[in-house]
């Protein structure tokens, strides 16, 4: 049997929704139907904040994913910027920029991944 708790649980999780999606909070709590200040008062609650941030993080997860999708075409772009002759040299430079760049965040992501893998290990051989 759905009682009140249930009514309070769905009012919360639309005000969840709401609050990812509008620009405002004073928005979020008018598409809910429920006033700013209990919206407010919501989000200092442990639990409507602890959904909240779990939701901002599979929001931004599923953004990250669409972005990763571009990756290819992102570099394609970039290395036909900086290979083509009628690009600026300051528009070079950039690219060039841009590659550099990134190939070192990923050397510098791999040698941390190593270094963790490594520590993982001597931990594990310790126990």
């Not at 009628?86 to 791999?110: D, F, G, M, N």
């Amino acid at each position: 049997m759905k009682g009140h708790g249930t009514k309070f649980r769905h009012k919360k999780e639309q005000a969840i929704n709401a609050l990812l999606t509008q620009r405002s909070t004073e928005d979020a709590a008018r598409v809910v139907g429920i006033s700013p200040a209990t919206l407010f008062r919501w989000m200092k609650e442990r639990d409507f904040d602890a959904a909240y941030r779990e939701a901002r993080r599979l929001a931004f997860g599923q953004c990250i994913a669409r972005l990763q999708q571009g990756a290819a075409a992102a570099a394609s772009t970039l290395l036909k910027v900086l290979v083509d002759p009628a690009t600026p040299p300051a528009v070079k430079v950039r690219a060039a920029q841009c590659v550099l760049e990134h190939a070192a965040k990923v050397i510098e992501l791999e040698e941390i991944e190593a270094r963790l893998l490594e520590l993982e290990q001597s931990r594990r051989g310790g126990e």
